[in-house]
């Protein structure tokens, strides 16, 4: 039986950009390289890929582009109220297996961590926190991060953010406005860049405010490539747009940053969402995209609370260059086979669940004529 055409129309999904799932995977694993290579290197302008964090921002953009396709023509249908809910079910059970394993990490790190420093009641309280994404930067031992036992929901609670203003506006304006909030948010990208140095920003308590800059411009340009129907067929395949995007994550750190990140966050990302929706896929790519896609975003929100040990590991035990590179390799291996286990065992069952029981309530629902 065709499983889309047993689920209710307003829950059906539509068929996915694989090249764009792809480089999904190819940011994460970026992502991961970077938090690896930049406790080996505090200098960033030594970090091979010190602009490795710039792959949140090509997230957000993707965001914009995929919740246009899969929403627009359907939100008003399903109503605010079945969006928020498709949204949770697809987001927060990672942020609920994150939050455990950050917390599991601060409390039985073998390599150090000094969890007797803080009462039982604060790190309840910090986990609760993660749990619901609600910023709390109180942990020193977790850099003051927004999210203490799992760094990275920072993002996820600016793409929570963007989610509710979609619902609630973006989705009933016209392209016109959507280009002129677009433009006005990449004034405010430009104003932070300068002012910072760069657009690292975001994921901590005095930095917070340059996280809604972060995905203010980036979702709403990937919205207005979607509606714009910007796409640019080509034949650069999987492998050609990875290249692409890989090289702004490894482009030198320099003083120059104020000038060259803007650059690609503007400019350069939504280019890639224009070549990626409009590019061939070979079929011999084909798995490897949505095998990418689909690990993405377990990768992303699993692998920090290794890092915190790696960290510590570094910095008690100052592994030699060698060692080093066979540890950032072997654990990158480990932490993708990691999330898969995480996804399979975990992540899809529990959507499974979810989706059932409410694919089942809005049929009966329907039957009963409500």
Sequence with gaps: MDTNKATPIILQ????????DGLRGVAALGVVTFHFMEW???????????????????????????????????????GVLEFFKSRIIRLH?????????????FLLDPFGGHPELYSAGKIALAFV????????????????????FNAPSWSLFWEYIANIVYAFVLYRISRRYLLLF??????????????????????????????SVRISYSFLAGLLVYRSKWIIKNKLGFIGLALLLVLALIMPFTKLNWFSE?????????????LGAGATLTPGFKKICIFSGKISYPLYMTHYAVLWMFG?????????????????????ILLVGAAYLVMIIYDIPVRKYFSDKRSKRLAEQKADGV
């Design 13 to 20: 999904t539509k068929q996915h950009f694989d090249i764009l």
């Design 129 to 148: 926190c993660s749990l619901l994404l609600i910023p709390l930067p109180v942990i020193a031992d977790r850099g003051f991060n927004l999210f203490s």
């Design 40 to 78: 080996a290197y505090a200098d960033y302008s030594k970090n091979f890929i010190g602009h490795g964090f710039l792959a949140v921002d090509f997230f957000f953009c993707l965001s914009g582009f995929v919740i246009g396709y899969a929403y627009d023509n359907r939100i008003a249908k399903m």
């Design 262 to 274: 803007p650059l690609v966050v503007l400019l350069y990302f939504p280019l890639l969402i224009v």
């Design 93 to 105: 059970p990672l942020v609920v297996a994150g939050s455990v394993m950050g917390l599991l990490a």
């Design 182 to 211: 677009t433009l006005l948010s990449a004034i405010a990208i430009c104003l932070v860049c300068y002012h910072s140095g760069n657009l690292m920003g975001g994921w901590s308590g005095p930095t917070f405010w340059d996280g």
């Design 312 to 332: 510590n590991y570094y910095t008690s035990h100052k592994p030699g260059t060698m060692q080093l590179t066979l540890i950032i390799i072997s654990g990158l």
